[in-house]
Structures are given as structure tokens and as C-alpha cells.
T-cell receptor
């Protein structure tokens, strides 16, 4: 079974508008972390935002916010005021396990969503 | 501040050849890992390490070996290259504490096996 599902393979967004990227996850571990990474066409992986399973508030980092709905097991990324430089692949990833010392920082990635920002 | 450095950036191998992808980090991170990214897909974990001398298998370990003799270095060895190993390989490192501990990624190695 897929642990991380990103159902939108690609989407267009108008510059200056907001866009929501969907991510659902599956885990039975009560302790986990959810990450979003950006991969521009140059190929590097850029960390955007993190949400812990026990965090009470939704994470925010500048123009990025995470809409965390624990009961629905969803962790959607919202990019506000899109810019041309936001055109990239976006990956949702999960780290399971609270005992990180033993578990390591192992990430399971979704298939990604390609975003193209139109001027 | 180099971060995570991978070499080479590009490599073409013939089927059956062996090679080592190098990964070095200068952030004193405890955790290091190797992922592969096939076209149009997310990253999949090959091997990981929680510290010098300790390694373990990830989701897709077959055909790859790793070792971690120092905190800084985590090389990935392809034993006998196959066309199915054509992919982009990413090395990542992070601190060994709970919480955010985002993984820092290298620039990737694009490997083609012919």
C-alpha cells in the first residue's frame, strides 16, 4: 500500500494566486513527521516545511503553510502568492517512528506534483 | 559551507561494471542515507546509516553496498551495474535528534547504465 499519495501529477497556477498541493499518508505509528520538498528543474532537493504528528498548530514558513488534518491523514501544502520561481516538482515525505535514534531519518516520498506558474 | 557533496555528477557505465558513488558531508550529521529517483517518481531509500560503523537496508537495497567508516563519508557501491540501475542518486544527511531534523540533500548523481 502506498504510504504517501500525491494525487495531482501536475497543475497550473496563475502568478500571484495561491495553490494547494494534496498529500495523504498512511501509517499506524502515532509518532511521525511530514515534510515537503521542492525540486526545481536543476534537480536539487530543497526543504520547505515540516509538521510533526503531535504539533497542535499547522506549520508555516513564509509563503508556505501546511494544512494538517490528522484524522483524515492529510498534509496539504499551500503556497500563497505564487511566483514564477515556484515552478518545480513538489514532494511530500514522511518519517515514521519516534525513536529516531534507532530508526534513523528514513523518508518515504510520494510521487510528486509538478507545478507550473503562469505569468 | 559545502553541505552534502556528491561525486561524480554524471556517470555512464557499461552493464556489469562496478563503481562507487561518493558522498561527503561537513555538518557533523549523524544520519546519512542514499536514495534513488527514477524518472517521474519520488525518491526511494536504498541504504542508510545512523552513525559511523552502522548501516542498514532501505526499500531498494539489492545491487548496492554501503559502508560508513567515518561520520563524514558514506559511499555507495554498485557491484555489477544493470540497466535497471539507471537513475538519479541522492545522498542525504541530517542530525540525529527528534523534531524537524530535515534531511539535507546533495546535488545528485545522474547514472546511466548501457
Amino acid at each position: 500500500a502506498q504510504k504517501i499519495t500525491q494525487t495531482q501529477p501536475g497543475m497550473f497556477v496563475q502568478e500571484k494566486e495561491a495553490v494547494t498541493l494534496d498529500c495523504t499518508y498512511d501509517t499506524s505509528d502515532p509518532s511521525y513527521g511530514l515534510f515537503w520538498y521542492k525540486q526545481p528543474s536543476s534537480g536539487e532537493m530543497i526543504f520547505l516545511i515540516y509538521q510533526g504528528s503531535y504539533d497542535q498548530q499547522n506549520a508555516t514558513e513564509g509563503r508556505y503553510s501546511l494544512n494538517f488534518q490528522k484524522a483524515r491523514k492529510s498534509a496539504n501544502l499551500v503556497i500563497s502568492a505564487s511566483q514564477l520561481g515556484d515552478s518545480a516538482m513538489y514532494f511530500c515525505a514522511m518519517r515514521e517512528g519516534g525513536r529516531i535514534k534507532a530508526a534513523g531519518n528514513k523518508l518515504t516520498f510520494g510521487g510528486g506534483t509538478r507545478v507550473l506558474v503562469k505569468p | 559551507n559545502a553541505g552534502v557533496t556528491q561525486t561524480p555528477k554524471f556517470q555512464v557505465l557499461k552493464t556489469g561494471q562496478s563503481m562507487t558513488l561518493q558522498c561527503a558531508q561537513d555538518m557533523n550529521h549523524e544520519y546519512m542515507s542514499w536514495y534513488r529517483q527514477d524518472p517521474g517518481m519520488g525518491l526511494r531509500l536504498i541504504h542508510y546509516s545512523v552513525g559511523a560503523g552502522i548501516t542498514d537496508q532501505g526499500e531498494v537495497p539489492n545491487g548496492y553496498n554501503v559502508s560508513r567508516s567515518t561520520t563524514e563519508d558514506f559511499p555507495l557501491r554498485l557491484l555489477s551495474a544493470a540497466p535497471s540501475q539507471t537513475s538519479v542518486y541522492f545522498c542525504a544527511s541530517s542530525y540525529g535528534t527528534a523534531g524537524v531534523t530535515e534531511a539535507f540533500f546533495g546535488q545528485g548523481t545522474r547514472l546511466t547504465v548501457v
